[in-house]
């Protein structure tokens, strides 16, 4: 959930369309008290109705740009591959292309993914994701546009790791996970990583 335009936007996963029986869609309802809510407006759907876009992140970027991160089984790429969509406007992400997260190296990202943008690593930024089967960050400098390049971390892979800028230095960034879907001994892992070119720093605990 966000604020925008002095409203809260909530965004999530919708089956409940009658037109759209086998799949899945992504959508958003807005709200100024958390009582009454406005329309269900589509953000993510596609004609295919096998198609499920699903867990959708949204991220505010520099100059009034806003992202969007959500892993898409129907994807070419591979199943629940992660897309993202940018948009001027956070109600209007169902207006916009999709693009495929596609890193430098050929590594497609897929399952659950998270973003954030922290102001560490350039002159614009840096937007952060990650996704729900690898232990990786991928990190764009460009406002989403140009390359994404992956970060190693010996951080474990989870099923929908949460990302949080710390506060204190916006270059150390926070993974919070809770284990893998179905795992048989999970367990909540907190670390932080310093995405800074040539700074890796790793500090961990595990509850």
């Known amino acids: 959930m966000l604020t925008y335009a002095g409203e ?17 869609k992504m959508v958003h309802q807005t ?28 991220s505010e970027l520099p100059f009034g740009n806003w992202i969007m991160t959500f892993e898409f089984y129907g994807a070419v790429e591979r199943d629940f591959a992660v897309y993202y969509r ?9 207006s916009k292309p999709d693009t495929p997260l596609i890193a ?9 993914p998270y973003n954030v943008w922290t102001p560490a ?21 460009n406002l989403g546009g140009g390359a994404w390049t992956v970060l190693e971390v010996p951080v474990a892979p989870s099923y929908t790791r949460a990302l949080m800028v710390m506060p204190d230095d916006p270059a150390n960034i926070m993974i ?28 961990q605990c595990n509850a």
Do not use: C
């Not at 690593?121 to 400098?141: A, K, M, Q, R, W």
């Not at 996970?177 to 892992?189: F, I, M, S, T």
């Open 8 to 24: 809260l936007i909530l965004y999530y996963s919708d089956q409940r369309d009658p037109n759209n029986t086998l799949g899945q």
């Open 86 to 94: 940018i948009s001027r406007d956070p109600r209007t992400f169902g």
């Open 176 to 203: 919070i996970g809770g284990g893998q879907l179905g795992g048989a001994d999970n367990k909540v892992q907190i670390s932080t990583v310093n995405i800074e070119p040539n700074m890796p720093t790793l500090g």
């Open 104 to 112: 430098t190296d050929g590594t497609i990202p897929h399952g659950s």
């Open 121 to 141: 690593g350039g002159p614009l930024g840096t937007i952060v994701v990650s996704d729900g089967t690898g232990s990786e960050l991928y990190l764009n400098h």
């Open 31 to 58: 709200t100024t008290d958390l009582h009454n809510w406005g329309p269900v407006v589509d953000d993510i759907i596609y004609p295919n109705d096998e198609f499920r876009p699903g867990m959708p992140i949204v």
